[in-house]
C-alpha cells in the first residue's frame, strides 16, 4: 500500500514569535511546489497563532509539541486540545521521549491524551523507543511493544487510523548519534507486526510511522529509501530553512 511521505519539524523551545513568523514566510514559498509529500511543523505553544496566520494556504501544517488530556479546568500551565484547535493547530506530538524521560510521563496519561487529542479533532503523532540502556539488554522490542500496546489502549480502529506513529530511538535524540536506516526500518517493521496483532494488516499497512533520532539532510535518502520508514520527526535541523528544506525533498532512491 503507498503511503503519502510525512515529514514533520519539531522546533522543541526555539524560536521567538518574529523568528518563527520569518522562517514561516520564507519556509512557505521554497517549498510551494512540494505536492506528494505532507509537511508540519511542530512548534512551542506562544508561536501557534504567529505561525498559523503566516502559512496559512500554504501546504505547510501545524502542530503542537504536547497537550493535556481535559479540555479545561483548574489545571495551572497547561494548554488543552480545544485551545490548540483555536490557536490554528492540526496535529499534535504526544508522548515524545523528553516528555516521558524528562517530565516522567507514563503510557497511562499518554494514552489519555491520544484518546482526548482524537475526540476532539486534533491528530496524533505517537511517540515510542527505547534508551539506551534498554537497547544494549535487547528490550527495544518489548519496550516498542508496550509503548504502542498502551498508547493504543481503547483506540477503536476507525480512530486509530488517524494516528501517526514516530519511532525515536531515545540515544539517537539530539546526540548526533543514529540508528542506521536498516536498524530503523527494522523496528518500523516490528512496529507493523505489532499493529496487526492490535487490529489488523489492512491497518498496519495504512498507518504512516516516522523515524526521529539526528535526522539530518546527510541521511534522509538512505531513511526515506527504506520500504517501512514514511517519514521524519525531525528536531534541530528544523529550524534552519536550509537543512529542513533538503528533509522536506528528500530524493527518491
Not at 496519561?109 to 482526548?116: D, E, F, G, P, Y
Not at 518489548?142 to 481503547?154: A, H
Not at 533520532?213 to 529550524?239: C, F, Q, T, Y
Amino acid at each position: 500500500m503507498l503511503r503519502k511521505p510525512f515529514i514533520a519539524g519539531n522546533w522543541k523551545m526555539y524560536k521567538t514569535s518574529s523568528e518563527a513568523v520569518k522562517f514561516s514566510n520564507d519556509f512557505r514559498m521554497i517549498v510551494s511546489d512540494v505536492k506528494d509529500r505532507d509537511i508540519l511543523i511542530c512548534a512551542p505553544f506562544t508561536l501557534l497563532q504567529s505561525i498559523s496566520q503566516a502559512l496559512k494556504g500554504s501546504n505547510v501544517k501545524i502542530g503542537a509539541q504536547n497537550m493535556y488530556f481535559e479540555k479545561e479546568g483548574a489545571f495551572t500551565g497547561e494548554i488543552s486540545p480545544l485551545q490548540l484547535l483555536d490557536c490554528g493547530a492540526q496535529y499534535v506530538i504526544i508522548g515524545h521521549s523528553e516528555r516521558r524521560h524528562v517530565f516522567g510521563e507514563n503510557d497511562s496519561l499518554i494514552n489519555k491524551k491520544v484518546a482526548s487529542a482524537l475526540k476532539t479533532g486534533l491528530l496524533p503523532i505517537l511517540c515510542v523507543g527505547e534508551l539506551l540502556e534498554e537497547r544494549e539488554k535487547g528490550k527495544t522490542e518489548d519496550v516498542v511493544r508496550n509503548q504502542i500496546v498502551e498508547g493504543f489502549k481503547n483506540i477503536d480502529k476507525e480512530s486509530a487510523m488517524k494516528v501517526t506513529i514516530a519511532y525515536e530511538p531515545v540515544w539517537a535524540i539530539g546526540t548526533g548519534k543514529n540508528a542506521t536506516p536498516e536498524d530503523a526500518d527494522k523496528v518500523h517493521a516490528f512496529i507493523r507486526k505489532v499493529l496487526t496483532d492490535l487490529y489488523d494488516a489492512e491497518f498496519s499497512n495504512s498507518i504512516r510511522i516516522q523515524y526521529g533520532g539526528s535526522v539530518k539532510a546527510e541521511n534522509i535518502d538512505m531513511l526515506m529509501a527504506k520500504e517501512n520508514i514514511d517519514g521524519a520527526l525531525v528536531g534541530g535541523a528544523s529550524l534552519k530553512t536550509d537543512s529542513f528544506e533538503r528533509i522536506v525533498k528528500f530524493k527518491k532512491i
